[in-house]
């Protein structure tokens, strides 16, 4: 029987953010909407979605990518725990990882919802109807550095209607993935190791500008200036911007409070899709406005302490 409940974020990775870091831990789940409800789930049951990748017709079994990123996840989870109990960024390693962010960036409904209001901006039709007519694709695969015909041959001869819909979707996630990958590579990665929780959302990788830059503008992924957060478990985080390069560094509470605040920001680029963070605890560090730090979550309140190591 095939699976039609699936996760944007895998089961494994959620683990990571558990006081206990195994799968039959729990996670404090916060929904950062107006009702703000905040509750303990277990990894199996949070950040998934009903045939979010099943395609209805078509050349392959339903839940064929499905089961594709179930492999990507046995090899994914087995490179997080080494770097994460090791405390260790190679060269390799840090390349892996960054083909795990581009793919946990990609596949999630986040991006879809994203890339949905995108085609309708550039062609004024839902994205249902925007994908019947190849035509409507142009911007798309100038933007994508694809020839249209190859989006043709993958979509409009392999699905018809409502499964037409949902293999583009599919389609995209390869491609997306793929451009992002060289981008992230440019980058200077350090792996930043805390004391303190670091806390996993719904769109966990986080992009912002540094402290005082005067943009008023998002920063988008392409920016040399922006840094990057990802976290990867409890206690520890991918960040770009530090410097060096595969470095390892130990962070302080601070530097925690600021890999959260950047990973829940990153919330607000995907405001059509319900923002969640995922925490090992009820209430967790954030950078606030006026540089303090804060306790966030479920009634949190001001720390009023100016930022200090501890």
């Not at 390693?93 to 995108?118: K, N, Q, V």
């Not at 901006?121 to 035509?135: I, N, Y």
């Amino acid at each position: 029987m095939r699976s039609r409940m699936h996760h944007y974020l895998p089961v494994w990775y959620l683990a990571g953010f558990t006081p206990s870091g195994r799968t039959n831990g729990r996670l404090w789940v916060h929904d950062l909407r107006a009702d703000g409800r905040v509750w303990k789930a277990a990894p199996q049951t949070v950040a998934r979605e009903r045939d979010l990748y099943t395609v209805a017709s078509g050349p392959t079994e339903p839940d064929w990518f499905e089961r594709e990123l179930a492999k990507y996840d046995d090899e994914h989870a087995n490179l997080v725990r080494t770097v994460c109990q090791s405390r260790q960024l190679t060269t390799e390693s840090l390349d892996d990882l960054l083909g795990f962010l581009a793919l946990t960036y990609t596949r999630s409904p986040g991006m879809w919802a994203g890339m949905g209001h995108h085609i309708q901006q550039q062609t004024g039709l839902p994205v249902e109807k925007a994908v019947d007519d190849p035509e409507n694709w142009r911007w798309l695969s100038e933007w994508l550095g694809q020839p249209l015909s190859a989006i043709h041959t993958v979509v409009m001869d392999h699905a018809g209607g409502e499964a037409r819909t949902q293999l583009f979707h599919v389609c995209l996630i390869d491609v997306l993935r793929d451009l992002m990958r060289p981008l992230l590579k440019s980058r200077h990665w350090s792996l930043c190791v805390a004391r303190d929780y670091v806390v996993c959302s719904s769109s966990p990788l986080g992009i912002a500008w540094p402290v005082g830059h005067p943009s008023s503008r998002r920063p988008k992924l392409g920016d040399e200036g922006a840094t990057l957060t990802f976290p990867l478990d409890r206690h520890t985080a991918l960040v770009s911007g530090l410097g060096d390069h595969c470095s390892v560094r130990h962070v302080c509470r601070s530097a925690v409070a600021q890999i959260n605040s950047q990973t829940l920001r990153a919330l607000e680029t995907h405001a059509m899709w319900p923002p969640f963070a995922f925490a090992p605890a009820k209430q967790f560090y954030c950078m606030g406005n006026d540089g303090l730090l804060q306790v966030s979550g479920a009634d949190s309140t001001l720390v009023g302490e100016p930022i200090r190591d501890s």
